[in-house]
């Protein structure tokens, strides 16, 4: 998979996660970005306000949301991550609701953010949510996000 930036990511990963509500699991994906060093503290509620503003738009497909937020609301590095959920929420989506997979991804600049939407676009559309939803565990769930996003 073609890179989008010159660095290798810092990757989080969190399998089996319980998440009562699109809030917490938003928070929940987010908070690996914060936990690995790539977000800043207040990167999970900035996330949060993304989709209390703008709706859920950020579930792009079945079962999948992309949590991220403006690189000045807390990207410190190039970070991306996969959450699975212990149990599905829902977004309020008409179409693609419920959500039990999320990738986070944070950026410390726009340029970057943009190029790392597109190499998580590509990703996905070969078929990188598939291989995240097989992975066996969180390193699995880590490796595999590497593998598709190495530049990301």
Do not use: Q
Request: aromatic share 4%.
């Amino acid at each position: 998979m073609a890179g989008v930036t010159a660095a290798a990511p810092i990757v989080a990963a969190a399998d089996g996660v319980a998440a009562a509500d699109w809030r917490e699991a938003v928070r929940a994906a987010a908070s690996g970005l914060v936990a690995a060093g790539a977000a800043g503290a207040g990167y999970p509620d900035a996330c949060v306000r993304v989709v209390e503003d703008n709706g859920p738009y950020i579930v792009l497909t079945k079962g999948l949301a992309l949590v991220h937020a403006r690189p000045e609301e807390g990207g410190l590095a190039v970070g991306v991550g996969a959450t699975r959920l212990a149990a599905p929420v829902e977004f309020g989506h008409p179409d693609n609701d419920p959500v039990d997979l999320l990738l986070a991804f944070c950026t410390p600049d726009p340029d970057v953010h943009v190029g790392t939407l597109s190499g998580l676009a590509r990703a996905l559309s070969g078929g990188l949510a598939d291989r995240l939803r097989a992975a066996s565990g969180e390193d699995e769930l880590a490796r595999t996000l590497k593998e598709a996003v190495p530049d990301a």
